[in-house]
Structure formats: C-alpha cells, structure tokens
C-alpha cells in the first residue's frame, strides 16, 4: 500500500473512525516487521498533539484504544488491530487529530525539482563593539580571553576583579535556518530561534542595572537573579516594551512584521512596561503588547507549545497552516506559496521535530491536510 494510504490508516485506526475493511488491511500490512518499523517511526516523529503520551504496557495500550467515546461504534476488527499492535510489542502514541483537518482526497504525488531546502542549524553572526563580524557555527571556534565559542553556544566570562570603565555592546544574529544559545558574563542563559538579534553589554557592571535589548525575533531568558549580581535588576527591552525581570524564566516573541509582542512567564515573576501601562505576571501566563492599539492584555495558557522551538520541537494548538507555514519558513530558511489559498485557515495541532527534513514534514501535512505540494529549489508550493 502506498505510504499516504498507510498514514491515513493509522491515524484513522488511533482517532477509532477506522472501518472493518480498513482495519483488515492495516493488520495484514503490520504483520510484516519493516512495516512495523514504519509503523513505529510515523507515531514517533509524526506526533499530532502537544500533549503527548507513550503508551507500553497492555493497561496503557487499552486505555487508549479501548477508552468509550460519545456516539461512535468501535467494530471488532479494530479492536483485533489493536490486540496485534500489541502483540507485536509495538510503541504507540496519543494522537487527536483537530476536527478542521481536511483529509486527503486524492493521491497525487509530490513534485521535487532540485531541493535545496534544509533543515535548519546552530549558526549565528557575532558583531563586536569595533564592528567586526565573527561567523560562529560548527566550524568556527572563536575565543578570547572572556569570550569562549563552541559549535551552538557563545559564553561571556569575566573576573569580579576586572574593571569596566565604560560597557562595551555586541550584538548576536540568528539568521534564518539557525538557532544559537548566549551565555552572559552575570551567570544568565538566552536560547535564540531563528531569525533573532539581540544586542548585550560584554560585561555587566557590578551593582548596576543589567540591561539587554532584543531587537527583533524570540528568545528564552533564563536570568541569573539579583542575589547573585550585587543585587542589579535585570531589564529586557523590545521596542516600547520593557520587561523588568523579579529571578525567572520567560519567553519573548517579537518578530519584524508582527503586530503583538507576545511575552509568555515560566518560572518566577517579571512585570511588563508598555504603553504606560504596567503589569506584573505570574508563571503559565502570557502577555500581549498590541502594536496597533497599543494595549496590554495577560490570560492564563499552556506554555509548553510556547516553548517547544528550546528543546527542538513546533508545538501548534489549533494554529492556521498559514502561522505554520511562516514559522517553518523561518527554520528551513525557505519561501512558502499558497497556490490553494483555501488552504491559509485550515487548522492544525501538533508537534512536528525540528530535525525532520522539509520532505518528512511535507509529508505529514499532506497526509491531514494539503493535497499536493511541489518543491522547487528554495520554494514550497501549496496545492
């Protein structure tokens, strides 16, 4: 059977909307190990929701498969299916495909003409305070005698003892396509996505404010607190907005183009100046700072699909294929054309792996939403 044909099966087999004939197919198809491999490595890197499970043991396996939902009549083959997934020791994952998916209706076959889309990596541009730029990556190792680089991270360093007469400023740039982590001379941590500029004082004056600007993009702050730097606070300015941080970790959303300031709080305390308003927020909350009407608003959210980009993954809650598409973009460093602009506002949740290529991806948009594709050079195509 072919791939998508097998994709849709799955996810029809975990949603419980699989038919007798279809849930006969798929067992006769897993009784082979390759595609038990398949099986495995569709659920594993083609996870549907942010919130995900792994299911082992046979009481987890038939909590999932055999769990009881409202007005939905399970036939006894997919309940054979399920009994051979299991006996064949087969891991399998929660999935909740959103009900806005549209399903594939035809089997087109993706057009690939020279692909020179790829997955994204740690890179990063680092200027100095005289204006000289430094290529930092995997095959640079920059060093001097306070500043120390390794293939995804640059470190500041100083000793409490060395005197600083006047600050000194440097400024690291994300391209497109490439992530980068800062370490500051204070003990405080930035992980920067693509696309990102973030300008910082090479060394922190003891005692004194300690002030960074994000100059466009998202970053997560991790800051060393006061206790531990004379007792300075610590200030993160973005445009209008200032965030005075209490010890906490946090994370800012503001790319080039964008209308809002998105600013989600994990841990700790941070209070938000904008506009001449001023709020303070507690952890799992998020503020927005409205460019256009210039207003400042904070709701409570779940902040994991917020943070999902750190630790290498897209997390998406109901996000239009359009945001999805602008995100992706980003990382692979590609154009995106909506040929079927009916496929802007299709919805979509999942969780996507950050070191999947553009095809794999591709993939498994086409097998919950997108018809067809073509990708030329840089260019994806949607259809």
């Known amino acids: 059977m072919q791939s998508n ?6 996810l029809r087999l975990i949603d419980n909307t699989i038919t007798e004939e279809e849930s006969i197919q798929l067992t006769e198809w897993l009784k082979e190990t390759k595609n038990q491999d398949y099986f495995n490595e569709f659920i594993a890197t083609n996870q549907l ?11 987890s396996i038939n909590e999932l498969l055999f769990k009881k939902t409202p007005k939905r009549r399970k036939s006894k083959f997919f309940f054979f299916t399920a009994a051979v997934i299991f006996a064949l020791g087969i891991t399998i994952y929660w999935l909740q495909p959103t009900p806005q998916i549209i399903e594939t209706k035809s089997n087109n076959t993706p057009v690939i003409v020279n692909n020179q889309i790829k997955t994204g990596s740690n890179k990063a541009i680092l200027t100095l305070s005289n204006g000289t730029k430094i290529a930092l990556g995997q095959k640079t190792n920059y060093r001097t005698p306070f500043i120390k680089t390794d293939s995804t991270s640059i470190s500041y360093r100083f000793n409490d ?4 007469k006047q600050l000194a400023y440097n400024t690291l740039t994300i391209p497109r396509g490439g992530q980068f982590t800062l370490n500051l001379s204070d003990g405080s941590t930035v992980w920067l996505n693509s696309e990102s500029e973030i300008k910082f004082p090479v060394n922190f004056q003891n005692g004194k404010l300690r002030n ?10 991790s800051i060393s607190p006061s206790s531990k730097n004379g007792g300075s606070k610590f200030m993160v300015h973005q445009g209008k907005q200032t965030i005075e941080v209490l010890g906490t970790q946090f994370n800012v959303r503001a790319y080039k183009g964008d209308k809002k300031i998105i600013t989600t709080l994990i841990e700790g305390k941070i209070a938000i100046h904008y506009n001449n308003s001023s709020k303070t927020m507690k952890p799992n909350e998020q503020a927005t700072s409205n460019l256009n009407n210039g207003s400042l608003q904070i709701k409570n959210i779940n902040v994991s699909p917020e943070i999902a980009w750190k630790d290498g993954e897209f997390s998406f809650k109901e996000e239009s294929l359009k945001n999805i598409m602008q995100v992706l973009s980003r990382w692979y460093d590609m154009k995106v054309v909506f040929e079927n602009k ?3 506002n299709v919805k979509f949740k999942g969780v996507l792996r ?3 290529s553009i095809e794999e991806i591709m993939s498994i948009m086409m097998t919950t939403s997108i018809n067809n594709y073509e990708i030329n050079n840089h260019k994806i195509t949607l259809k």
């Open 342 to 344: 009916s496929l802007e």
């Open 212 to 221: 960074v600007e994000l100059i466009y993009g998202e970053a997560y702050f």
């Open 161 to 164: 003892n060395v005197a600083i």
């Open 354 to 356: 950050k070191d999947q």
């Open 49 to 59: 929701i942010a919130k995900r499970k792994t299911f082992k043991s046979k009481k």
């Open 5 to 10: 044909r097998i994709n849709k099966l799955i």
